[in-house]
């Protein structure tokens, strides 16, 4: 069973960037595409960027296109979002996921995720 572990989130301001890392134990990712997804307070869960096993496809929600950035490095067995140019409404919790191959539906457990606070 793959345990995923995320790390990096933090307090910024807005127009400020961070990098976030999904670190993964028990399997080695590169058998699985991986996503990132969110949850504001009071609101769902929702999608943020998912990336192919390879790396070589990746798919974004409208609303962080041109910000964010979804990268893996196999050898690490790591995923990382890149996030830039950060505004209020980015703030949420993080987690990553493993998904279905070509979907964004995430599939097995979540990670405990990691905290994006972007202040104004």
């Known amino acids: 069973q793959v345990q995923l572990v995320e790390s990096g989130g933090g307090l910024v301001q807005a127009g400020d960037s961070l990098r976030l890392s999904c670190a993964a134990s028990?399997?080695?990712?590169?058998?699985?595409?991986m996503g990132w997804f969110r949850q504001a307070p009071g609101k769902e869960r929702e999608f943020v960027a998912t990336?192919?096993?390879?790396?070589?496809?990746?798919t974004y929600a409208d609303f962080v296109k041109g910000r964010f950035t979804i990268s893996r490095d196999n050898t690490k067995n790591t995923v990382y979002l890149q996030m830039n140019n950060l505004k209020p409404e980015d703030t949420a919790v993080y987690y990553c996921?493993?998904?279905?191959?070509?979907?964004?539906?995430?599939?097995?457990?979540w990670g405990q995720g990691t905290q994006v606070t972007v202040s104004s």
């Open positions: 990336i192919s096993r390879g790396g070589f496809t990746t």
């Open positions: 028990g399997r080695t990712l590169s058998t699985y595409a």
């Open positions: 996921a493993i998904v279905a191959a070509g979907s964004a539906s995430p599939l097995g457990s």
